[in-house]
């Protein structure tokens, strides 16, 4: 039982980081019809910049900042200069352009950064916390990743949901064509979509970098991860996503535990399988079916 | 001869895979040294992968982001079975891989059929991932992280005693990337070709003319999975050493952005990708090492280089790089024909994109 809570509690915690990256590619796919496999790579290069902020001296809460504001950046630019010309070309060109992408952020950052793996600070304490005698079965850092991925999300639910930003964002992936009529600037949305999903990204890559350690591929299974998260979900829901990526970390956590942490993204492609055979489209997608 | 040759696609093909096989015998023996041999062994084994790749993708329009994984079943096949049997002969290891490959082909096929798009990239995806990290949990009969070696397979005693395994291994591979192609221009070029294109071009359209289009997928899948295996089998040879790290998640998106570059859809394009998926590393490593870089910098310049070939390839050539030859063919044949007067001939019409 002592196990099972342990197990949950790190299958949860791991869930909101997959969650971040989930919603991530959420909002890229709503709004471009993209799957961004650059996303990983991207948290990985922000979270390079924020350890080298704090290697410098600043604060943590700096090199979160900057982190993020990176993220925020790089997104932006990547759907301005490299997705925009691929966005009227056949799905196939997009995937392989976030590829490259993926490609070349990884090869940059050890030339940038080196290529050992490196320990990354926590704001606070990762160590289980201990109340009246007993030790609880998580830290202060499990605390701040769920609380982090939380706020996150509120935040973006209330821009989306209470602003005109939001609205004009939403109309623009929903029908760029009639959005355009309404005078709403369609490619200025996109960009937006996309820098607030690598920010959203950017806070993946420092949540998850003190337990997977920061080196250039360290963001590929999270991501892949988080994409089977999104998939289970059905891609077109936010909520699909956090859901989904919860459960994907606590099977990854269940399977790691009780049979063996080898065979844990075996688990995870299982589960994914297993859902798509039931659900084709995802478990939360009301979208129609393609089928005849 | 002429008439018979534009008549029989079998014959035509025939003639020229003969010929191409003749041609790279030539060049194996005496042209070239042996460290090219290795590099041309390496580009057709991807070769071999990534025309299996072209059927499903390029012609059936299912996308694969695993292929690495089918591989390493491939090469997991021929290696513990080396291990178990080391007297069997080589064609055996190739065939076994490629049967076991092409019943994980099937399985995956039945499950792809069901997807599309995005929600079959994330599933082969997974599947890029969790697959190199089973040798590990069974150790016992895969070896685990350091995994199993693989005997380099020891030319016949007529070639004489002085004749180096590593050509016999180039012959092999090029035999068996020869008979692959073969097939495979045949397949794409019959009819089981154009009801993969139909499916890839109009579900419903190809449901109302009576094609199975899921039974069509799997099918498609199969074949494509069995080239995997068999690129799989000589990759085992060529490395020598059978362990998940040959298998990364890198290969599996390597194999499919080659194709795509290359020229999605067709098989000369798989052999372009293949190309410079061995060549641009070598030429742009010993570019790199001429720099007196850090080591940092330098083991990390064709990677680089090949993120941004891609980028720059899919932005300038949307076609990939066969698509783009033919189309300065067809735009040079047409100022040609253009510059001959009024009679001649009408230009080739363009062919449907993809």
Known sequence: MRLFVIYTVDGITNGAVYAAVALALVMIWRATRIINYAQGAMAMFTTYIALIVIRHGAPYWLGFVIALAAGLVIGAATERILVRPVESRPPLNAVILSLGVLILLEAIAPMLFGGQTQSFPTPVSNIDLVAGGTTLDFSPFDLFTVGAVLVAMLLLFLVFQRTTLGLRMRAAAFNPEIARILGIRVGRMLTLGWGLAALLGALAGMLAAPSVYLYPSNMDEVLVFGFTGAIIGGLESPVGAVAGAVGVGLALSYVSGYIGSDLAPLGGFVILIVVLMLRPQGLFSFGTQRQV | ?354
Do not use: K
């Open chain 2, 1 to 354: 001869m002429n008439t018979v040759l534009r008549n029989s696609t079998l014959l035509r093909h025939g003639v020229f895979f003969l010929g191409l096989a003749a041609l790279l015998l030539v060049l194996t023996s005496f042209v070239f040294d042996p460290y090219t041999n290795y590099n041309v062994t390496e580009v057709a084994i991807y070769a071999i992968c990534t025309a299996g790749l072209t059927v499903l993708t390029g012609i059936n329009g299912q996308v694969s982001l695993g292929h690495g994984a089918l591989m390493m079943i491939g090469a997991y096949t021929t290696s513990v079975l080396l291990t178990w049997h080391p007297d069997l002969p080589l064609i055996l290891m190739l065939l076994a891989s490629m049967a076991t490959t092409g019943i994980a082909g099937a399985i995956v096929g039945i499950a792809g059929a069901r997807l599309r798009g995005p929600y079959l990239a994330g599933a082969t995806l997974a599947l890029a991932v969790a697959l190199p990290q089973v040798p590990s949990h069974f150790a016992s009969v895969f070896g685990g992280n350091q995994g199993l070696n693989v005997p380099t397979p020891a030319p016949p005693a007529f070639l004489g005693g002085d004749f180096s395994p590593e050509q016999w291994l180039a012959w092999i591979t090029l035999a068996a990337a020869v008979i692959t192609f073969f097939v495979l221009a045949n397949l794409v070029r019959g009819a089981t070709g154009r009801r993969f294109r139909m499916v890839r071009d109009n579900e419903v359209a190809a449901r109302l003319s009576g094609i199975d289009v899921a039974r069509t997928q799997v099918l498609a899948y199969m074949i494509s999975a069995a080239c995997a295996g068999l690129a799989g089998s000589l990759f085992a040879y060529w490395v020598t050493v059978t362990s998940p790290s040959g298998f990364t998640l890198n290969l599996s998106l390597s194999l499919l952005t080659a194709i795509v570059i290359g020229g999605l859809g067709s098989l000369a394009g798989a052999v372009i990708g293949s190309f410079i998926l061995v060549y641009l590393p070598v030429w742009t490593g010993g570019f790199a090492s001429s720099l007196n870089l850090s080591s940092n910098v330098a083991n990390n310049v064709p990677l680089a280089i090949y993120g941004i070939v891609l980028i720059v390839a899919i932005l300038v050539f949307p076609r990939g790089i066969a698509g783009g030859i033919g189309s300065i063919a067809r735009g040079a044949t047409r100022i040609i024909r253009s510059s001959r007067g009024p009679t001649a001939l009408p230009a080739a019409p363009e062919s449907p994109s993809q």
